[in-house]
């Protein structure tokens, strides 16, 4: 397979606006709306960020059954009836123009990274809403765990591996991770603090050794930007949200389209909600 | 909506067999699939059980959208290939005969409670295996709360209550909860236990007043049997694996397969692998 094509993520990671974390969710909405783009990282703290895929109706079920046997990666927080651009997630939401940037897909081949996608739309699409790992940071950093990438003011590194998903009708694919360098000091809060939020990813998938992923080098991620560890730091990984991009890369669905990864779509829930305890 | 049909599970609860929580998932499989009948509470103890809902694969996607929509009732803990009746769940089991009592539904109306539905099998038919409460009452157990139904020798009794789920395309129906007294000074930890165990209901929904669920009388459960409280003891409510079966009662699709209340499914999975942390 292919390396996936980073486009948007490249550019250096700026927080769109000072004052952007303490924008309501609506705010962020109304502001991407207007054309503003960027990382949505740190955007509207305390609100829940979500990956977006959206596909024609005729393949919503194998979507719906991959997320189902692939829950870590691809944990569904919502899905919209077909056609309709409305989530219950958020109060007045279009989700054709209220990313920062979209990506579209024709037959598994990145083809535009538009920020709207009206002109994209289609009466047959079904979005899916996915949980984010923006979402767990804020439960991490309470635990007291630093967060490189945030305190380095990049975007989190995001890798392809050789793990496969469990297939699902024409659907497959390898499961994409994101790493976080973790002070061995704070590896078990790591794990139990993002355990309690399953529906963002959960615990991680592993933890030390790149190699058993089948990642080559972490200074080359294949989204995001390289991070810079600390001696002695462990590098932990976490199911990530992308990996239904990368299905669509390896399925090929004649039309698809999704958010630009860390690019994301802001709700109105909030972190905690997502925690089980 | 006219109260659901309890047949099968009316009658005394009796232990299958002395040894039968020492048996193993396989062995208990083996037994249902040799004809034995009854409630499954304490069998292969420590293995996950879970509830049965079959429909036509034109009605799968409504009913794995209704799943995601409403989590607390349907945890999905796996899904079959369209008339396939395997499940990555248990090596070896056929999902035809391994439980020990079936319901037959037509056109939302259950028409029969076969022990073995060979003879009802349809190539177009996919199983969803969903997360059951028995699950969570070993850590009920373990953090010392009282289970009252079980030291009474009783199955959990089962209320259909007036909250709705969300719909999903052609299903739409009301949620289902058990209803367990627990002591006051339990009451966290049966909380926090079962928040645990997302995939298998999670917390519960309404703690105290049946009426604020619209349940009139804790007596006459619309499934299982009657358990009695004592002094003290709050009725805690939780959601319940019965509700895809209202929902076949609600909505009438053409047939359905399901198993029938109090008698599951015998996964190989372990009950602590469910457990998020």
């Known amino acids: 397979m292919a390396p996936?094509?980073?486009v948007a993520e490249d550019?250096?990671?700026v927080l769109v606006d000072e004052?952007?974390?303490?924008?309501?969710?609506?705010?962020?909405?109304?502001?991407?709306r207007q054309g503003l783009t960027g990382p949505t990282a740190g955007v509207a703290a305390g609100h829940t960020q979500a990956n977006l895929i959206a596909v024609p109706a005729d393949w919503a079920y194998d979507m719906l059954l991959f997320c189902t046997r692939n829950p870590q990666p691809c944990?569904?927080?919502?899905?919209?009836?077909?056609?309709?651009?409305?989530t219950a997630l958020a109060d007045g939401a279009d989700l054709r123009t209220d990313l920062p940037r979209y990506r579209v897909w024709r037959d598994g081949e990145l083809v535009e990274e538009p920020t709207d996608v009206r002109a994209h739309?289609?009466?047959?699409?079904?979005?899916?809403?996915?949980g984010c790992s923006f979402t767990f940071e804020w439960a991490l950093s309470a635990a007291g765990v630093p967060i490189r990438h945030v305190e380095q003011g990049r975007n989190v590194p995001m890798f392809v591996t050789t793990r496969q998903c469990r297939p699902a009708g024409r659907l497959r694919g390898p499961m994409v991770v994101s790493m976080r360098p973790v002070p061995p000091a704070h590896l078990d809060a790591a794990i139990r603090e993002t355990g309690l939020l399953p529906a963002v990813h959960g615990s991680p998938v592993h933890c030390g050794d790149p190699?058993?992923?089948?990642?080559g080098d972490l200074g080359r991620p294949d989204f995001g930007d390289p991070v810079q560890a600390?001696?002695?730091?462990?590098?932990?990984?976490?199911?990530?949200?992308v990996t239904p991009q990368a299905a669509v890369m390896a399925s090929r669905p004649p039309f698809a389209l999704t958010h630009a990864p860390g690019q994301m779509f802001l709700t109105?829930?909030?972190?905690e909600q997502y925690r089980v305890v």
């Open 4 to 6: 996936l094509a980073p």
């Open 11 to 13: 550019r250096p990671v």
């Open 19 to 32: 004052q952007a974390h303490a924008w309501s969710p609506r705010t962020a909405r109304s502001r991407f």
């Open 75 to 86: 944990p569904v927080l919502d899905v919209t009836d077909a056609g309709s651009w409305t």
């Open 121 to 130: 739309w289609r009466d047959d699409l079904v979005s899916f809403l996915i």
């Open 211 to 215: 190699s058993a992923l089948g990642i």
């Open 230 to 241: 600390q001696p002695g730091d462990i590098p932990v990984f976490w199911a990530c949200g």
């Open 268 to 271: 109105d829930a909030r972190d």
